[in-house]
């Protein structure tokens, strides 16, 4: 079955330090890829994908993803964090089933910022 | 442009009681899809349409009701509701069911 695992519950990082979160998956098959994030009491905002192509991934606010298949990861990274980053990070695999693209999300990674 | 709204924000309901969330979507997108959101578990879908007039069930799709009779919205029915329904609510829409855009959420409580 598809899966999608985080394994990071909690993460705590200081201000201006490097970022990785982790994301494996279990698909057959190369899936769609995203990363969402979630500020407290907000829904959740696409950070980016990958469909295809180039295994490095641009997002927005300085993030950005890479797509290992050998591995099946897709991890995310920021090089330097800011206090505004803490959040909660959804990574999801995206596949074709039943005639639509159905997501299916990780538990989360939730992120704190010391200053 | 809007995006993605849901309303109500808030609800707590007694159980056995009744109630329909609202989302709108002012994208022109044709997919829209209801999750919730519990702690630690991710987000699991609800239901999904594809199109104007159809739905579908998706993971828990159990206790619930859907219906899109217009493509800009998408209504998720509890006719029952129990404290097992009580959660995050989201929805979300999508162009051509890739990347999906996410509503603010409601939070439910069933006491």
């Known amino acids: 079955a598809q899966s999608v695992t985080q394994p990071d519950i909690h993460i705590t990082v200081s201000e201006g330090a490097s970022l990785e979160l982790r994301c494996n998956y279990s698909y057959g098959a190369t899936p769609y890829l995203f990363w969402y994030v979630q500020s407290p009491g907000q829904g959740l905002q696409l950070l980016l994908k990958y469909f295809s192509g180039d295994t490095l991934v641009q997002g927005i606010k300085g993030f950005e993803a890479e797509f290992k298949r050998s591995q099946s990861s897709f991890n995310l990274r920021k090089p330097s964090v800011h206090w505004s980053d803490a959040a909660e990070y959804f990574c999801?695999?995206?596949?074709?089933?039943?005639?639509?693209?159905?997501?299916?999300f990780g538990a989360g990674t939730r992120l704190a910022v010391h200053p | 442009n809007a995006g993605v709204t849901q309303t109500p924000k808030f609800r707590v309901l007694k159980t056995g009681q009744s109630m329909t969330l609202l989302c709108a979507q002012d994208m022109n997108h044709e997919y829209m899809y209801w999750y919730r959101q519990d702690p630690g578990m991710g987000l699991r879908l609800i239901h999904y349409s594809v199109g104007e007039g159809t739905t579908a069930k998706g993971e828990v799709p159990d206790g619930y009701n859907v219906s899109r009779l217009k493509k800009q919205n998408f209504l998720l029915g509890l006719e029952s509701a129990a404290p097992s329904q009580t959660s995050v609510y989201f929805c979300a829409s999508s162009l051509r069911g890739d990347a999906q855009f996410f509503g603010p959420g409601t939070r439910l409580t069933v006491l």
């Open positions: 999801a695999v995206g596949l074709r089933s039943g005639g639509y693209n159905k997501l299916i």
